[in-house]
Structures are given as structure tokens and as C-alpha cells.
């Protein structure tokens, strides 16, 4: 019996176990996972945004963080006020387009293998798949709407009160619950250098591909560009897949436009953005232990999405890289922390 206790009473067994609780605990609030990850999401990026600026800009912390708020829910409002109507009837063209080249019989012997390779790896039931899940978002907008919402005021109450809260959840150091209280900290520190940063050097790398791209289209006179910069930001947000992934639509488009002159110089354009994205930013604002071979990479995108659905193809490279960080496997330049 005493051998038992010695053994729970290990740190690496303790740290086990209440990371098992954790995850359980998670599990049972899945239905509020969409909350949970954006307001984490808001309110790290705006934390680092805030904290960027204040560096620059001497103000009040606190004003300063209303000020943030008031501008970014101020585009965003009239963002989705002016632009929804033309996003919707662009994003309606783009899916016509497609559907009526894959529809449309065709004499080129290229364009018609391609089609049946489309057809025999079963790739027409992940785009209609796809598009089941953009109509059920848009039929459930008020949903999103709504937990975007409370997202953003907790992320804001967070901010503004951070060095409270910061104060106030410290004591809990030298309380009852101690033991559990330093192995939440651990994992909650190691979540935020891991789990936030990749976050954060994701949603950087898409916007800067996302211009990118929309001026490389525009150059080359593509329709719909607003529709295609919002496609392409967000499988910009989908690590490696998400390039590959885009280049499907884009080359569909170029042929129906264009003929293959047009998809060989989307093909060229699209190369040279991510040969960018790979060699500067990626080196600029991902550690080296996030460069996850390509396999790995591909491997973890194909469980996380069959778990966690649309997120797991944005947070499946993030949460995995935190597991490796738990787990001990990082690079030499990165700060180990004390357990």
C-alpha cells in the first residue's frame, strides 16, 4: 500500500494525472470549446498588440486598451456593415465557378484526368463537405456572432484588469490546494510560450500571404478578389496544407479565366510567396522547434481535424507543439522553465 502512495506521490505521476483532469474536464465542457479558444485567442493576440503599442505609444495601459477595442470592433462592424452583401455574392460566384468547371464536359485530356483524379480520391466529397459547413455557418451566424461577442468583452475585463487578476490568482500559491494550483501554472505557462506564440506567428503569416496573394491576383486580373483574400486568409491560418489546399480553387479559376498560361503564372506567383513565407517569415516569427517535417505536420492536421472538426486544422499544430514542449521536446534556444 505504501508502494502506491510513494508512486502518486511522484511529481511526474502527479503532473500526469492532473493533466488527465484537465483534459477531461475540457472534454466536458466541449460545447463551449468555441468560447473557451476564442477568448484565449483574443485576448493573447491582444495582450501581445497591446503591450507592442505601449512600447511606442506613451499612454495609460488601461486607456490604451480601450482604445485598441473601440478600433478594431469599429472596423470590424463596419467591415461586416459594408462588405457582407459583397463577400456573400463573391464567395457565391467563386463556388459557381468551380462547380461549373467540374461540371462542364471538357476535350482537353489534361483537364479531364485531373478530374478524374479529383473524383477517384473522393476530393468533390470534401469540397461539398466544405461547403455544407460554410452554409451551416452562415445559418448559424447568430451563434458565432454571439460567442465572438462575449469573447471579446471577456478578453477586454481580462486586459483591463490584468495585474489584478494576475495578484489576486497568486494567492492561491499558499492555499489548500497548492500542489494542484503550481502544476495548473506550469501547464497554463508552458500553453501560453507554446500554444499562443504559434497562434500568434500563424495568424501574422496568413494576413502578410493573404496581401500578398490579393495583389498578385489583382495584377493578374482575377474576380472576386475580396471573396478569394478572405478563402485564402483563412487556409492561410491551416499550416503547409493550407498553401496546397488554395492552389485548387485558384488553379480552377486561372483555367477558366485564362487557359494553363494563367495557371502557370498563379503557380509561379504562388511559389514565390511561400518560398517567402518559408524562408523569412517562418525563420522571423516561428522558433525552430515549431518546424515540424512536413509529414508530422500532415499527420497531425489529418487526427486533429477528424477530432476536433474545422479547428483542428488551425489549433492541431499548436496543441501539438505544447505536447512536445510538455514532453521535453524543444530546441536548445528555448528556455526551459522550472517545473
Known amino acids: 500500500m505504501n508502494g502506491i502512495v510513494e508512486i502518486f506521490q511522484k511529481k511526474g505521476v502527479k503532473r500526469l494525472i492532473i493533466f488527465g483532469?484537465?483534459?477531461?474536464?475540457?472534454?466536458?465542457?466541449?460545447?463551449?470549446?468555441?468560447?473557451?479558444?476564442?477568448?484565449?485567442?483574443?485576448?493573447?493576440?491582444?495582450?501581445?498588440?497591446?503591450?507592442?503599442?505601449?512600447?511606442?505609444?506613451?499612454?495609460?495601459?488601461?486607456?490604451?486598451?480601450?482604445?485598441?477595442?473601440?478600433?478594431?470592433?469599429?472596423?470590424?462592424?463596419?467591415?461586416?456593415?459594408?462588405?457582407?452583401?459583397?463577400?456573400?455574392?463573391?464567395?457565391?460566384?467563386?463556388?459557381?465557378?468551380?462547380?461549373?468547371?467540374?461540371?462542364?464536359?471538357?476535350?482537353?485530356?489534361?483537364?479531364?484526368?485531373?478530374?478524374?483524379?479529383?473524383?477517384?480520391?473522393?476530393?468533390?466529397?470534401?469540397?461539398?463537405?466544405?461547403?455544407?459547413?460554410?452554409?451551416?455557418?452562415?445559418?448559424?451566424?447568430?451563434?458565432?456572432?454571439?460567442?465572438?461577442?462575449?469573447?471579446?468583452?471577456?478578453?477586454?475585463?481580462?486586459?483591463?484588469?490584468?495585474?489584478?487578476?494576475?495578484a489576486f490568482t497568486s494567492k492561491f500559491k499558499s492555499s489548500k490546494i497548492a500542489p494542484f494550483y503550481n502544476e495548473i501554472e506550469f501547464f497554463g505557462r508552458k500553453f501560453t510560450q507554446t500554444f499562443g506564440k504559434v497562434i500568434e506567428a500563424q495568424f501574422m503569416i496568413a494576413i502578410i500571404n493573404c496581401v500578398l496573394s490579393v495583389i498578385a491576383l489583382s495584377i493578374m486580373g482575377f474576380p472576386q478578389i475580396i471573396g478569394l483574400g478572405i478563402m485564402i486568409f483563412f487556409l492561410g491560418l491551416i499550416p503547409v496544407a493550407g498553401v496546397i489546399i488554395s492552389l485548387i480553387p485558384l488553379c480552377i479559376i486561372a483555367y477558366t479565366i485564362g487557359g494553363f498560361m494563367k495557371v502557370v503564372y498563379v503557380l509561379i506567383a504562388i511559389a514565390v510567396i511561400h518560398g517567402v513565407e518559408a524562408y523569412i517569415l517562418n525563420p522571423k516569427l516561428m522558433s525552430s522547434k515549431t518546424d515540424l517535417p512536413v509529414f508530422y505536420t500532415f499527420i497531425v492536421l489529418i487526427f486533429s481535424q477528424n477530432f476536433l472538426g474545422v479547428w483542428g486544422l488551425i489549433i492541431g499544430i499548436p496543441i501539438f507543439v505544447f505536447l512536445l514542449d510538455v514532453l521535453g521536446v524543444t530546441n536548445k534556444e528555448t528556455p526551459q522553465l522550472s517545473p
Open 21 to 166: 483532469l484537465l483534459v477531461l474536464i475540457l472534454y466536458a465542457m466541449r460545447s463551449m470549446i468555441n468560447l473557451i479558444l476564442l477568448t484565449f485567442i483574443f485576448s493573447f493576440l491582444m495582450d501581445r498588440l497591446v503591450g507592442f503599442t505601449a512600447k511606442r505609444v506613451p499612454l495609460n495601459r488601461r486607456l490604451l486598451v480601450l482604445i485598441m477595442y473601440t478600433l478594431i470592433v469599429g472596423l470590424l462592424v463596419f467591415g461586416l456593415v459594408k462588405y457582407l452583401p459583397v463577400i456573400t455574392l463573391e464567395i457565391s460566384e467563386l463556388i459557381k465557378r468551380i462547380t461549373a468547371f467540374y461540371t462542364q464536359p471538357n476535350e482537353n485530356v489534361v483537364v479531364n484526368y485531373i478530374k478524374e483524379i479529383i473524383s477517384n480520391n473522393k476530393i468533390t466529397d470534401y469540397l461539398e463537405n466544405g461547403f455544407s459547413f460554410l452554409l451551416k455557418s452562415f445559418t448559424d451566424i447568430s451563434k458565432i456572432s454571439v460567442d465572438v461577442l462575449i469573447a471579446l468583452i471577456l478578453s477586454l475585463f481580462f486586459l483591463l484588469e490584468k495585474p489584478r487578476l494576475q
